[in-house]
């Protein structure tokens, strides 16, 4: 066997496994998400085993929300009871200049961060329940949007548009007239199943042209 072909089969049995690896952690990427139900955490917040892990469900961070958009979970969720959520449709975060959720968690599963650089989730744009999608004008989430032009656009139909900037705060899925909602906020943790779910056997993703 020549050097060059045998340098080719390890290449060729390399690429293999390292897609064999990748395909068996979406494997467990996707199933933590729906283990964990993938709720919307409070600005700050860690990941989502480390945020369970740190909180210690006390509500300091619940009571100090001026806009009472902090909730917690019931006791069904079982390792995330009294965990703190938020559900965009009822009550959005509004990104707080001082945070005051963050500071009055001293448990550090919430750390300091700018209001523009929050990473609370990615707002993503339903088809079948937009109704500029049924030839009908609404900007209602671009006109909620604290970071318009950045997190969110509205093309030439009125079809919003989800930008990088997007900070996951809800306001867009909050003011949308629609139930469910024409754009609807997805977790970190939610979101990454969601793409997952778009692989092929072998961990390859193809997410569109709106994937931050």
Same mark, same amino acid.
């Given at each position: 066997m020549s050097d060059e072909h045998d340098r080719n089969r390890r290449g060729f049995l390399g690429e293999f496994f390292s897609h064999f690896r990748k395909g068996v952690h979406n494997q467990?990427?996707?199933?933590? &998400?729906?283990?964990?139900?993938? #709720?919307?955490?409070?600005?700050?917040?860690?990941?989502?085993?480390?945020f369970l892990a740190s909180c210690t469900r006390c509500g300091d961070c619940i009571t100090a929300c001026p806009y009472g958009t902090l909730k917690k979970q019931p006791i069904e969720t079982g390792l995330a009871n009294s965990?703190?959520?938020?559900?965009?449709?009822?009550q959005a975060c509004h990104l707080c200049p001082d945070t005051p959720c963050i500071t009055a968690c001293n448990d550090g599963a919430l750390l300091p961060v700018a209001p523009a650089k929050v990473a609370m &989730?990615?707002?993503?744009?339903? #088809?079948?329940?937009?109704?500029?999608?049924?030839?009908?004008v609404c900007t209602l989430c671009y006109d909620a949007c604290p970071y318009p032009e950045q997190a969110l656009t509205i093309d030439e139909n009125f079809h919003p548009r989800v930008g990088e900037a997007c900070t996951g705060c809800g306001l867009c899925e909050q003011h949308c007239p629609v139930n469910p909602g024409g754009i609807q906020v997805y977790s970190p943790t939610r979101y990454r199943a969601e793409r997952i779910e778009q692989d092929t056997y072998f961990g390859w993703i193809d997410v569109g042209e709106d994937a931050p």
């Amino acid at each position: 066997m020549s050097d060059e072909h045998d340098r080719n089969r390890r290449g060729f049995l390399g690429e293999f496994f390292s897609h064999f690896r990748k395909g068996v952690h979406n494997q467990v990427e996707r199933k933590l &998400g729906k283990v964990l139900k993938a #709720p919307i955490r409070p600005p700050g917040a860690l990941s989502e085993l480390e945020f369970l892990a740190s909180c210690t469900r006390c509500g300091d961070c619940i009571t100090a929300c001026p806009y009472g958009t902090l909730k917690k979970q019931p006791i069904e969720t079982g390792l995330a009871n009294s965990a703190p959520y938020v559900e965009p449709a009822t009550q959005a975060c509004h990104l707080c200049p001082d945070t005051p959720c963050i500071t009055a968690c001293n448990d550090g599963a919430l750390l300091p961060v700018a209001p523009a650089k929050v990473a609370m &989730g990615t707002a993503v744009v339903q #088809p079948d329940q937009c109704m500029t999608f049924d030839n009908k004008v609404c900007t209602l989430c671009y006109d909620a949007c604290p970071y318009p032009e950045q997190a969110l656009t509205i093309d030439e139909n009125f079809h919003p548009r989800v930008g990088e900037a997007c900070t996951g705060c809800g306001l867009c899925e909050q003011h949308c007239p629609v139930n469910p909602g024409g754009i609807q906020v997805y977790s970190p943790t939610r979101y990454r199943a969601e793409r997952i779910e778009q692989d092929t056997y072998f961990g390859w993703i193809d997410v569109g042209e709106d994937a931050p």
